[in-house]
């Protein structure tokens, strides 16, 4: 790249970590220390600031920059993830949100303990909290790895290894010093820079295509090398069953997994009411509907201007298809509209890249302080001592997400924020359910729910094409796999639905029909919600 476009594009990431290290200070200065101004933000956000906020924690580096790389590379098949993403709001909506507020204080946990034995619950639904939460950590410090690296010209892993350490050291300064009121005020920012890039990019593929979508089709079609073959189900997942299987398991990570991911469920507390929560998610739904719509835009855009052989020479897995398109739509490399757009838009990615991890890495860390912690260890003084220990957490889930991020910098994000939906589908939708739904559910059950669907989970993809035995594999020279297809979630959902049920069936345990009348009541009315 140019030192025009080094320059300006670094001068707007600094500008924004600027504003945003900004608001960490201001908040810092303000927080009281207490349990639910860390966690919740004092629960003192409108449905249409939490509503941005969800769709800012939402619309991660996986959308913005995977999702576009896949459509670019594959056509229709990579429309899976958008469609995917976009319909996985209904379960939340319909489902959870209300329900969740009710029940809960600050976590996944909070909610099923409420009618169990609360320290075996705690302890497996922390773990799981935490498991999901690194997974998707790691989609995001590959993402800040592949655009640091485009924007300073260097295909070196020097360039990824710094990016991906600077972005974890901010996330641990927004989390450990700003808590949830920070973050939310980071991820509302971000949403609205992300939607105008989005929107303006949008704009100007139509304007090039003069409006006409069927043009732009064809386009990207003959310039994929793949012909009429690019807008047909099949190119990816089309060749053989095992890839079918694969788009059916993907399919059920994508749309199952959205209703158990931490950092989305803990986005249902920062507000006063279930109402409040539910109106949340249809302002998100707007958002995030709008904002999947357009990535298809500029997913064929960028196969049809940019072209597939450029994508992959940039970034074999995709990751850099926007910013080339932005590029090459401001008017090329050397022109001043097309270094502009592409700062803007690298900006935007980076913002938006920091604003999820903060948000995730906040979810986790208050797993580790609030379940696995209090659980070990009860005493007196232990809401300012879990802050604490929220804190330091957040720096060791950091660590350990930039060591992941280093290791899997050449697979796609999106794919790997598939990885990270499977397991929380497989782990923690099942417990979620039956706590809510099932009157006789029992400890057991829930136990056995999360462990039943998270170690599957985890088994598979370890034994799946991802990590040995392919050329894309994390460890192209060693082969241990077993198990054919690169999403567990066909097998490890269902398990961890069969795991609960038995579980329960098999426990001596009566379920204590007080406690659930109680936690039903609760969960439809908001009698007693936090």
Known sequence: MTGDHQALALLLFSGFVAVTLGITTWVSRRRHGSAEEFYAGGRLFTPMENGFAIAGDYMSAASFLGVTGLIALYGYD???????????????????????????????????????RERPVRIAAGTSSVVVSVLYLVAQMVGAGSLVALLLGRTSGAARVWAVIVVGALMVIYVSLGGMRATTWIQIVKAVLLLSGTVVLTVLVLVRFHGDVDRLLLTSAERSGHGKAFLAPGLRYGGDWTARFDFISLGLALVLGTAGLPHILSRF?????????????????????????????????????????????SNAAGNTAVPLLALDLGGGAGSTGGTVLFAVVAAVA????????????????????????????????RARSEVAV??????????????????????????????????????????????????????RGAVWAVYGGLVPAIGLVLLSPVVSGSPDSLFPAVDFQYFPLENPGIVSIPLGFLAGWLGTVTSDEVADEAKYAETEVRSLTGAGAA
């Open 78 to 116: 990579g429309l899976l993830y958008s469609v995917g993403f976009l319909v996985a709001w209904l379960v939340v909506l319909f489902l959870v949100a209300e329900l969740v507020r009710n029940c809960g204080r600050f976590t996944l946990a909070d909610v099923v303990a409420a009618r169990m």
């Open 269 to 313: 507390y920062t507000v006063p009411t279930a109402r409040a929560a539910r109106r949340s998610v249809v302002w998100s739904i707007g958002l995030i509907g709008s904002f999947y719509l357009m990535t298809m835009i500029l997913g064929f855009g960028a196969a049809a201007v940019v072209g597939p052989r450029a994508v992959r020479a």
């Open 350 to 381: 980076f913002a938006t890249i920091l604003a999820v991890v903060a948000g995730i890495t906040l979810a986790s860390s208050a797993s580790v302080a609030h379940d696995l912690y209090a659980s070990l260890r009860r005493a007196r003084g």
């Open 390 to 443: 929220a804190r330091w957490a957040a720096v060791g889930i950091g660590v350990v997400a930039i060591a992941l991020g280093l290791l899997a910098r050449d697979l796609n994000v999106a794919f790997l924020v598939g990885l990270a939906f499977a397991v929380a589908a497989s782990a923690n939708l099942p417990v979620l359910l039956y706590s809510l739904f099932w009157r006789g559910f029992t400890t």
